[in-house]
C-alpha cells in the first residue's frame, strides 16, 4: 500500500526525510482493527516528528498521520481516536497514562491507504459527518475541546483570547468558545487571518501582540515565546492560561512575579480522551459547527501540504486524500 513515511529527520530541512512508498498492508490482530483511510489531516505534530523534536530517531522509519476517517473490516464508517494507552493506567484518563503514545509515535500512521489501531480507538462516524470533517477533528478540535471545556472550564459569559488565530487548534477553539456562548477575542499576524477569525465570531482579533480592549478569563496558548508575554498580560488575576503546544518556542520568559502575584494558573494539555471526543461530537451535533478546511490534497502531493504548513499559509486544517482502492494504478 502507498503511505507516506518519515525516514530521516532535519530542523532546517524537514521534508527532505518525508518519502512516498509502498509497505506491507498491516495484518491482523488481537484487539486491533484495519480501517480503510478516507480522509486523514495533516498536523504540526506531522511535522515536528520530521524536524526531530519530540520524536527519536531510533522509531523511524515511520508512516506520518496522526487523523483518519473511513471504514472498518465491516464496512462501518468510523473516526480513529488518536491516543493509543491505557486509562487504566491514567487513573481513567487516558492521556494521563505514562506509555501513551499518539498515532505514528511508536505506530504507523494514517498517511497511507490502511491503518491498524486497537479497536477500542473506534468511534462510530456520525451520517452529519462526511469523511473529510471528520478527519479534521481527533487531533486539533479533540485537544481544543480538552483545554477549553475539561482543563479551563469554561462558561458562557467568559472572556477568551485564542492566540495564534490560523492553526487547526486555535481555529477549532474560536468555534467551540462562541458556541459555547463565550466572548471571544483572537490574535494573529495576518490581516487576512483575524477577518477570517472575526468571521466565525470571535468579537475582536488584533494582531499579535496589540492590546486588547479587556483582561480575558482565559487564553488558549499553542504559539509559545513569540505571544507568551502577550497572554500573561491579557490575563485578568485569578485567570487561566491553558497550554497545548509552543510552536515558536518552548523557553519564554516565565515572569513569575506576576504569575503568584496575580494567582494566574497554568494549566498543560495534551490531546483528548476518548470520551471527550464523543462529547465533542454531540457538541457539534447541538450546535451544527463543522471544521475550517483550507483545502484537500491527494496522499501524492503530500510535500506540497507540508511545505504550506510550514509557510503558514493555512488557515484551519489540510486533508490528505489516500488513493481508493477501484482508483486506476492503487496498490491494493
Known amino acids: 500500500m502507498l503511505a507516506a513515511i518519515a525516514i530521516s529527520q ?9 518519502v512516498l512508498g509502498d509497505i506491507l498492508k498491516p495484518e491482523p490482530r488481537p484487539g486491533w482493527s484495519t480501517v480503510r483511510v ?4 495533516l498536523n504540526m505534530h ?44 491514567g487513573l481513567g484518563d487516558e492521556t494521563l497514562d505514562p506509555g501513551r503514545a499518539l498515532l505514528s509515535e511508536q505506530h504507523h500512521g494514517a498517511f497511507a491507504e490502511y491503518l491498524a489501531v486497537p479497536t477500542r480507538n473506534l468511534i462510530p462516524k456520525p451520517s452529519w459527518l462526511t469523511f473529510d470533517e471528520a478527519a479534521c477533528l481527533p487531533v486539533a478540535w479533540g485537544t481544543a475541546y480538552r483545554m477549553l ?34 466572548v471571544v477575542y483572537a490574535t494573529s499576524r495576518s490581516e487576512d487571518k483575524r477577518r477570517q477569525a472575526e468571521s466565525w465570531g470571535a468579537r475582536k482579533a488584533v494582531p499579535t501582540g496589540e492590546r486588547l480592549p479587556e483582561r480575558v478569563d482565559v487564553v488558549i496558548e499553542t504559539v509559545g515565546e513569540a505571544t507568551w508575554s502577550h497572554s500573561t498580560k491579557s490575563l485578568r488575576p485569578g485567570g487561566t492560561i ?9 523557553n519564554p520568559p516565565a515572569d513569575l512575579g506576576r504569575i503568584f502575584y ?24 447541538a450546535t451544527g459547527l463543522r471544521p475550517v478546511i ?3 490534497l491527494p496522499l501524492d502531493e503530500i510535500h506540497k501540504g507540508f511545505q504550506l504548513m510550514i509557510d503558514g499559509r493555512l488557515t484551519g486544517k489540510l486533508v490528505i486524500h489516500p488513493p481508493a482502492p477501484h482508483e486506476q494504478g492503487a496498490p491494493r
Not at 491553558?242 to 518552548?250: C, I, N, P, Y
Request: aromatic residues 2%; charged residues 20%; proline residues 5%.
Open 294 to 296: 483550507d483545502r484537500t
Open 46 to 89: 506531522d511535522l515536528w516528528t520530521l524536524r526531530g523534536v519530540g520524536h527519536p530517531p531510533e522509531r523511524l522509519p515511520i508512516v506520518l498521520g496522526c487523523d483518519a476517517a473511513g471504514y472498518d473490516e465491516d464496512g462501518n464508517e468510523v473516526l480513529v481516536h488518536p491516543v493509543i494507552a491505557d486509562p487504566d493506567a
Open 262 to 285: 496575580l494567582q494566574q494558573r497554568l494549566l498543560g494539555s495534551t490531546g483528548c480522551t476518548r470520551s471527550e471526543l464523543v462529547s465533542l461530537l454531540k457538541l457539534m451535533d
Open 149 to 182: 471545556f475539561t482543563r479551563a472550564g469554561i462558561r458562557a459569559g467568559d472572556r477568551v483570547l485564542v492566540q495564534g488565530a490560523g492553526g487547526g487548534v486555535a481555529s477549532a477553539a474560536i468555534k467551540l468558545a462562541v458556541a459555547a456562548g463565550a
Open 10 to 18: 532535519s530542523a532546517t530541512d524537514p521534508l527532505s526525510g518525508l
Open 38 to 41: 478516507v480522509s486523514s489531516s
Open 242 to 250: 491553558v497550554v497545548a503546544g509552543a510552536t515558536s518556542g518552548k
